[in-house]
């Protein structure tokens, strides 16, 4: 009689906690699937966010401020506007100068230089380009460029250096928020 109790007993205490686990189980692969819902959704929203820089630069014949950098997703690319605003200081260009001719621009995510979608720095392509617009002496232009992006969670680098060569490149490091 003794045993059989035991047996009832041992087999009840362990059918209860199989019963647990399982529960537990399910519970934890409900809290799982949610997870995966919610990066599905993420997944699937386009990508569209405004990030203010407002980091000024001053370099000896020009200053710069990159002013915003807009990510989005457009026909399936990952794109970014860099959005800037530089004034001249060159005496010695007047009114001629452009970006172009007072900087090296690169962008780049992990070390891997970006394309200009718009071929914007192509001296080729000048009718209707920011880069070749000619600043006036103390003037102040506007210029937007549009990167392709490799991914939308690796900090995004604008560098400028300056053509004068004596001057070193300075970095712009933009983070893009989750």
């Known amino acids: 009689m003794y045993k059989k109790w035991l047996f009832l007993t041992i087999s009840l205490i362990v059918s209860l906690s199989l019963v647990a686990c399982g529960s537990n189980e399910k519970s934890v692969s409900n809290e799982e699937q949610k997870e995966k819902t919610v990066q599905e959704k993420a ?15 001053k370099f000896k014949k020009f200053d710069v401020n990159v002013k915003q950098v807009k990510v989005y997703e457009k026909k399936g690319k990952l794109l970014a506007d860099i959005k ?23 962008v ?3 070390g891997n230089e970006l394309e200009e979608i718009h071929d914007a720095w192509n001296p080729e392509n000048k009718r209707g380009n920011d880069v070749f617009f000619p600043n006036a002496l103390g003037g102040n232009t506007d210029v937007k460029l549009t990167y392709e992006l490799s991914d939308k969670k690796t900090p ?23």
């Open 43 to 57: 997944k699937k929203e386009p990508v569209n966010m405004e990030i203010n820089v407002n980091k000024e630069l």
């Open 156 to 178: 995004i680098e604008i560098t400028f250096t300056p053509t004068t060569e004596t001057e070193n490149s300075e970095t712009v490091i933009v983070e893009i928020p989750e």
């Open 84 to 106: 800037l605003n530089w004034t001249n200081k060159a005496n010695d260009y007047g009114d001629k100068m452009t970006l172009f001719v007072a900087t090296i621009f690169e």
């Open 108 to 110: 780049k995510q992990d």
